[in-house]
């Protein structure tokens, strides 16, 4: 689609302009990022405490960080949790805001227009202040949440949502789907508009009914999209930190541990940042699949 | 046809999603007009019945709210002018021209923005502070340009391959210089697409916190999500000033966001929809 330019100019010439213009990208991408990675990489092979962090150097120490990781039971408890955790999140926030999204499409206009507008509203919420809300909404004193639990005949003043995980762990899960929903209700409704009326009134005049409509034209037709919303969400949502960080107080107990914080808690909290190193380095592989299955479709994209 | 009865429960669903998505919201927006009493209330009720500043006068005259808003002004500024600039030329090329290694690039700028950002914490931090630059804006602003000029190569690359390329090719015949082609053709048409990707890294500088909060540890480098999570400390928290604090911090983001909507509503996903 770019060639009528390039065809301008004598073929088989050295062309520095392309390079120029990509140069300070990847510089930046590769001094910070690239080298980052690196040095991930090299220190989850060695031992680097506070001792070696005075010394400026790490001791190798081969696999050692990655054997002891592996038959820690702690790790494999915490590797569960985090991909239940991920999970469950990403099945709730793309089943809802697929629902919501082809539900749109027959909403009348006003409530559409009402549902976008809270839907931005929602998403332009910054991370730090929807965690904010959602810590007031389940406090442990003032509770909106309990006092309408409590309206209904229930008796549970003063409930801390927080001693029971499981009720932890669906409201951190609750205050990111909340925070995502908007993101994947408005991408997939936004890609629904974009499916071509007449190939649809087409199908129907040939006798389809919405069902087979569904299957066998919007849902093939939205797959590019749900793929891309999955992994990214998958993504984002597998290294979830700040939430669970700051819903219990920058302390959380080893029950709320997911590979985010198990990482944090080794390196920062233990000084032990080859180990630290090694857990993130599992994290990123643990998501290769994910991110290559989103790369081809991208670049599939941007083929065309 | 039963259009009308799939309407019916379009509508009641969608109206019960606005409340329950819109509540958080609300309850925000309503707690940060509340008088002290009625916050610390166990009988909180859905509807406010007396009105306060109180929180917001407590709030804005807490420590380091001036500063905090300075240096999230700061990063901010420094982050969208430096990535944006960088990104235009990169995706000019990605865009407009052909070359090798290309494919590897675009890869790259995609595996990139793919990256867990906690699992990158460890050598960042130790990457910086050989470099000097722990708790300083300036490693903060450095590692923000790389996290997002991925994200706005690709979105300008998108705006850009979306105008044809004829135009430019016009205006050479006519006797422009290349620069010239694109300075006069290419930008005005992409402003639009220009403005909408400065705000929406505007909006992820502004909001991130993990970083700011592993690099930045005195207090008068807070930028404002640092801010915001001072609110509590070992003695519990200060609701009523916090949901005035997040009212503040949501503004200027609700604002800008409200202004992009229809280009975001199809951003990450433009084009996966083959019409």
Redesign the interface.
Known sequence: ??????R?QKPRTF?P??????A???L??V???G???Y??IS?SFQRYGLAEIIAGKGVFVGLDNFKETFTDIEFWKILERTLIFTAGMVAVSIIVGAW?AH??????PL??K??NG?????????????I??????F?F????VT?LINSLGFEM?NHNYFVNTFSGFLIIGGCVA?GA???IT??I???LT???KDLIEAAEIDGANPRQVFRNITLP??L??YI??IS?ST?WD??I??HIW?FL?SRPSAEYYTM?IY??QK??GLSE?GK??AI??I??FS?VG??GY??R???R??D? | MK?TS??I???I???F??VL??F??Y??VT?SFKPKGD????????LPHSFSLSNYVEAVTKEGFSKALINSVIVVFFTVTISLF??L??S????????KG??I????????Q??????????????LSKLNLTDKLAGVI??Y???I??FV?WTL?GFL?NIP??L??AA?VDGCTKPQAYRLVLFPLMAPGLVATAIFAF?QA??E??LA??LLSSQDKAT??IW??G??NRFG?D?GP??AA?TL??IP??I???LI?DK???G??A?????
């Open positions: 689609m770019t060639t009528s330019v390039d301008l062309k302009w392309p390079y120029l213009l990509i300070p990208s990847l930046a991408l001094l910070i990022l080298f980052p990675v040095k991930l220190l919501l539900l749109m499409v027959n909403m009348h409530i559409r009402a549902l809270v839907l931005i509203l929602v998403w332009a919420m910054p991370q730090l202040v929807s904010s809300v959602w810590r007031w909404l406090s004193n003032f509770s909106i006092a003043d909340w929903l908007p993101f408005i991408s409704y936004a890609a974009q499916v071509p037709m939205l590019p999209v891309i919303l990214l993504i597998f290294q930190f700040s700051i107080d985010a990482a944090f390196s920062f940042y630290g190193a993130s380095l994290m990123i998501l994910v991110t989103y790369l479709q991208m670049m994209m941007g065309e | 259009r799939s309407s429960f379009a509508n669903s969608g109206i999603a606005i998505m819109g958080p919201v309850w925000m707690t916050i610390l209330s166990t009988k909180p009720t859905i960088v990104a030329f990169a000019i090329a990605v865009a407009r021209m052909k070359f290309k494919r690039y675009v890869a790259s700028i995609l595996m990139v793919m990256l867990p950002l906690s699992a990158l914490l460890i050598p960042l931090y130790l990457l450095l590692t340009i790389a996290f000029l991925p190569v690359r391959v390329a004829e430019e090719e050479l909006i502004w909001n916190f993990l909060y592993i404002m999500p915001l999570a609110f509590t928290t609701w916090l949901m997040s911090t949501a983001v609700v800008f966001f409200s909507q975001i509503a199809t990450v996903t084009g996966a929809v083959k019409g």
